[in-house]
């Protein structure tokens, strides 16, 4: 079945620092690629998102790339602020099964001054 | 745009009493709406999904008597969480899919209810 599976954190950066959150996934349709981000005590917020293979979606100084030939969709960001701090969770929705989404476990980031 | 309004953000309900939590969709309709559980540092756990004029399906090992779900209108949805019992305590989020859009649509969140039983 469809999956998303997402690096283990916690992560702790300095600010200033370059983020990468990796996420890969499993489809047998062609899916639609999400990353969302929750802070704390609220819901999720999409961070952004990427619809067919080889787009970059990109939010906030965010950004990751649909790779249909790794099946990835890796989170970036040249340089992350304490308000970054935050859990971030890939998705992935599919064609074939009906609007159903498909989440990672979240990756928990801590930005340090 | 895309707005998911949840009530309530919190509460906090005796052991045995019935709690009712509501997910509203307030600039779009909304076909179908998904309940999630969360527990601390972890991830969202899907309870069922909602589609309006239709009863919920649920998850397997959710109790569908225990967590009632009604989507009465594109607007609305609503989860009971009845009898309620300190393991019920959690954080509830609600997400909602605007009406007929395609499959590449994200899902739009609510801000989650955080539900504690003493």
């Known amino acids: 079945g469809d999956s998303v599976t997402q690096m283990e954190g916690p992560v702790t950066l300095s600010e200033e620092a370059f983020l990468t959150i990796n996420c890969t996934y499993t489809a047998t349709g062609y899916p639609s690629l999400f990353w969302y981000v929750q802070y704390p005590g609220e819901g999720l917020q999409l961070l952004l998102k990427a619809t067919k293979a080889d787009d970059k979606g990109s939010n906030k100084g965010f950004e990751a790339t649909y790779r249909k030939e790794t099946t990835s969709f890796h989170l970036e960001k040249g340089s992350v602020q304490v308000s970054d701090s935050a859990v971030y969770f890939c998705?992935?929705?599919?064609?074939?099964?009906?609007?159903?989404?498909?989440f990672g476990t979240g990756t928990s980031l801590t930005v340090i001054p | 745009g895309a707005v998911v309004s949840q009530h309530p953000s919190w509460v906090i309900c005796k052991s045995g009493t019935s709690v009712k939590i509501e997910c509203r969709s307030l600039d779009f309709q909304a076909t179908t709406m998904f309940w999630y559980r969360q527990f601390p540092k972890q991830s969202l756990m899907l309870m069922a999904t909602s589609n309006e004029g239709s009863k919920a399906t649920y998850e397997q090992g959710v109790e569908k008597d225990k967590f009632l779900i009604n989507h009465a209108s594109l607007t609305l949805s609503t989860l009971t969480v009845t009898s309620a019992h300190p393991e019920d305590s959690s954080f509830y989020i609600c997400?909602?899919?605007?009406?007929?859009?395609?499959?590449?649509?994200?899902?739009?969140f609510g801000n989650g209810t955080r539900l504690t039983v003493t």
């Open positions: 997400s909602a899919i605007y009406r007929g859009t395609l499959y590449n649509s994200p899902l739009h």
């Open positions: 998705a992935l929705s599919a064609t074939n099964t009906g609007n159903q989404f498909y």
